[in-house]
C-alpha cells in the first residue's frame, strides 16, 4: 500500500482531512497550487478537484512517459 505524508502535499487546512474529502477539494488545496492556478486549469482543462486533476488524461500520459523513462534507466 502506497503512503505519502500529507502535510508535504496539502496546505495546512486540508492535511487532517479524509481522503475523499481531499480528493473533492479544490486543487488549491495542494501546496504550491494557487486560487489561480486553480482557476486556470478549470478554464483550459475543466479541472475542478483535487480528483479531475489526478484524472486529467495529459496528467495521466506525462506521468506514464516519466515512469517510462524512471524504468530505462
Do not use: C, H
Amino acid at each position: 500500500m502506497a503512503s505519502i505524508d500529507l502535510d508535504k502535499v496539502l496546505d495546512k487546512a486540508w492535511a487532517e482531512q479524509d481522503l475523499a474529502k481531499i480528493l473533492t477539494a479544490p486543487v488549491s488545496a495542494l501546496k504550491g497550487v494557487s486560487d489561480r492556478d486553480g482557476q486556470l486549469l478549470q478554464e483550459a482543462f475543466g479541472v475542478k478537484t483535487v480528483a479531475d486533476l489526478a484524472n486529467l488524461k495529459y496528467f495521466r500520459w506525462a506521468s506514464a512517459l516519466a515512469a517510462l523513462n524512471t524504468s530505462a534507466r
